[in-house]
């Protein structure tokens, strides 16, 4: 076996890489080179670069491109720029906007990685003859008694993407590997140096690659012009307590900006798209025990639908900044669904809930699903016919990965 885990000679073996132009993607070409293997890197274009360069933070941009070029350059490996442009609006771009004006928190991360990298990028691999395709995400895997692969969390818990991974499917499991996921962001870096990779010291990218500067409002708004809507502020009580305009500018958990003065401290407990409402509640209100999920993604022995009828013990995370948590997955009516040992605050219908084997630093991902409801535990809303509790992250920030 080679150190990619296939039966043959590492120049027999054709590796295609996925070259953001980062310092991550860059080390792994020039890791896999030096151990021998035929390597090709892809760049996918992915938005209007033109409006991107010089843009810090970006990727998948024209100074992007460049640097991917130039590493490829210097490690002496073809290097191809795949036009995506028109594949990444719809997949990833649209969806974006359209779960947000449904008072959604989606993670286009997580969609580009499903459709976008391991689908459509996986199926250019393969017409090229590639037997592995290879990318810079922090994120293990690892051979299963049972001779499939499995997906574990990196080493660097810091660095972990498993959250923005959970829904590979097992046959692009089978093909993808992660040569960064034993390594600390520190140990990659010094790699690069050593290589005398001249992206050594590029900046980490920060934000959703095509949201400038965390301006995800702007951008919804001149994508899907009616997210301007205004509408009611209303408690959870059923009072209407002012007006705002526009449920794209709130995010459940958000305490400032709300408009209102005087009385109890409130949050932002809901966003009611249809409606057009704020619901806004003390901070009790944003507990959620059970989580639904749909659009299911399973790697995990079995099938998700044939658990035990007193669920599967699991870890899960709501958001990506949260720790894995103990949790019970269950599988109700061709529904899954996950109670939560521990009620979390401001769990987000659009976010992913992934679910691991356990909580340990390298846990093993089962799978995972969006949220789709998470019905409040306290207090009972008392507005008439709302019943869908949605809700979006506490800090207003959207996860990358
Ligand atoms: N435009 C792209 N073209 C090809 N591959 C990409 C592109 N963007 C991301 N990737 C692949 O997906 C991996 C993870 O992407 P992410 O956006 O998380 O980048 P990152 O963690 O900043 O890594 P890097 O330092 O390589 O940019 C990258 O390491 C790379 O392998």
């Known amino acids: 076996m080679n150190s990619l885990d296939l ?6 073996t054709r590796v295609v890489v996925a070259m953001s132009g ?14 021998g293997y035929d390597v090709t890197g892809v760049t996918l274009q992915l938005y209007d670069h033109g409006a991107a360069v010089h843009r810090k933070g970006a990727c998948c941009a024209g100074q992007d491109i460049h640097d991917a070029r130039r ?28 779960s947000y004006l449904a008072g959604e928190t989606p993670i286009p991360c997580v969609e580009c990685n499903r459709t976008v990298k391991f689908a459509d990028l996986m199926r250019t691999a393969v017409d090229i003859g590639a037997h592995v395709l290879a990318t810079g995400h922090y994120v293990s895997s690892r051979l299963l008694p049972d ?34 996921g034993g390594m600390t962001k520190t140990q990659t870096r010094d790699l690069a140096r050593h290589y005398g990779l001249a992206v050594a010291d590029k900046s980490e990218s920060q934000d959703i690659c095509f949201v400038p500067n965390g301006g995800y409002a702007d951008l919804i708004r001149k994508l899907r012009p009616e997210a301007a809507t ?14 705002h305009d526009g449920i794209i500018r709130f995010t459940v958990g958000q305490r400032r900006g709300l408009g209102l003065s005087g009385g109890e401290p409130l949050y ?20 959620t025990r059970r989580v639904k999920l749909r659009d299911m993604s399973w790697i995990g022995e079995g099938a998700w639908r044939d658990l035990p009828a007193d669920g599967l013990e699991v870890a899960v995370r709501v958001r990506s900044t949260r720790a894995p948590a103990p949790a019970v997955l269950h599988c109700r009516d061709g529904v899954a669904e996950v109670e939560l040992a ?44 709302r019943q869908d509790g949605r809700l979006t992250p506490a800090n207003g920030r959207l996860a990358r990965g």
Do not use: W
Request: hydrophobic content about 40%; charged content about 25%; glycine content about 10%.
């Open 230 to 243: 205004p509408g009611d502020i209303v408690h959870v009580d059923g009072r209407v307590l002012g007006r």
């Open 147 to 180: 001779g499939r692969r499995g997906l574990f969390r990196a080493a660097d818990p810091d660095k972990d993407q498993t959250y923005f991974l959970y829904a590979t499917t097992q046959p692009q499991l089978d093909m993808l590997r992660f040569p960064l």
């Open 342 to 385: 521990v009620g979390e605050e401001g769990v987000a219908p659009g976010q992913a809930c992934v679910i691991y084997d356990g909580a340990g630093p390298e846990a093993r991902v089962l799978g995972g699903g969006v949220i789709n409801r998470a019905p409040r535990e306290a207090p009972a809303p008392r507005l008439e016919g």
């Open 71 to 98: 590493v490829a350059d210097r490690l002496g490996i073809p290097h191809y720029v795949l036009d995506y442009e028109d594949r990444f609006r719809e997949a990833v771009i649209d969806r974006f906007a359209d």
């Open 268 to 287: 932002v407990v809901a966003l009611d798209a249809p409606r057009a409402q704020v619901i806004v509640g003390p901070r009790e209100a944003l507990l």
């Open 7 to 12: 039966p043959m000679a590492p120049r027999e």
């Open 22 to 35: 980062g310092v991550d993607s860059s080390v792994v070409a020039a890791l896999l080179k030096d151990q």
